[in-house]
């Protein structure tokens, strides 16, 4: 976690909706500019097959819009409802859009094989970010535990692996919860 990363290492769906977040200031939308997406990107290294795109290569208008739907598909199907038609065509729209083949060849005396995406470093990026997100939402263990941050005035999203987790991050909203309520009890016994 960083002070300009809000929450980072969970799902890759997860990790993208959570890019629109709240700050002391308001609404902070990594997505605004490149100055905001490229560090939410390098934080993803590893998890996404090709190697982080130049500075203007991505068209965060198209990625905004693909945040947008995979937050209203993830939002009702946690809560056992049908997501909108539109986020579903978007989400195979996007896949669609940067094809997914197996490329071989010979190294050490055998074939190997590498899945390759084709396409612009947009349509990989959101076909990456779209499989993702088909994955999280038909795995009914994984979505079941899909949690919004019960801290004060914040949206985040995570996966709870143990069943307690309430917050995003116990270091920040987890103790303004504590805090809040330790000022409560203070108060009351003053009072």
């Given at each position: 976690m960083s002070d300009?990363?809000?929450?980072?290492?969970?799902?890759?769906?997860?990790?993208?909706?959570?890019?629109?977040?709240?700050?002391?200031?308001?609404?902070?939308d990594l997505l605004d500019s490149t100055e905001g997406f490229h560090p939410w990107l390098d934080a993803q290294a590893g998890r996404l097959a090709r190697p982080a795109p130049?500075?203007?290569e991505i068209d965060l208008d198209a990625l905004r819009a693909l945040r947008g739907r995979i937050g209203a598909a993830v939002d009702c199907a946690r809560e056992g409802v049908e997501?909108?038609?539109?986020?579903?065509?978007?989400?195979?729209?996007a896949q669609l859009a940067g094809p997914l083949h197996r490329e071989l060849t010979w190294a050490d005396g055998s074939v190997t094989a590498a899945r390759v995406r084709t396409g612009s470093?947009?349509?990989?990026?959101?076909?990456?970010?779209?499989?993702a997100?088909?994955?999280?939402?038909?795995d009914p263990v994984s979505l079941g535990r899909v949690r919004r941050c019960e801290?004060?005035?914040?949206?985040?999203?995570?996966?709870?692996?143990?069943?307690?987790?309430?917050?995003?991050?116990?270091?920040l909203c987890?103790?303004?919860?504590?805090?809040?309520?330790?000022?409560?009890?203070h108060k009351e016994d003053a009072g």
């Open positions: 300009k990363l809000p929450l980072v290492g969970e799902p890759l769906p997860l990790d993208l909706i959570n890019t629109l977040a709240n700050g002391p200031a308001g609404e902070v130049a500075p203007g997501p909108p038609a539109q986020a579903l065509r978007a989400l195979t729209r470093a947009t349509d990989v990026l959101l076909a990456e970010l779209a499989d997100t088909v994955d999280l939402l038909t801290g004060p005035g914040c949206r985040l999203l995570f996966l709870a692996v143990n069943p307690r987790r309430r917050w995003c991050s116990p270091v987890g103790n303004r919860v504590r805090v809040g309520r330790y000022y409560q009890r």
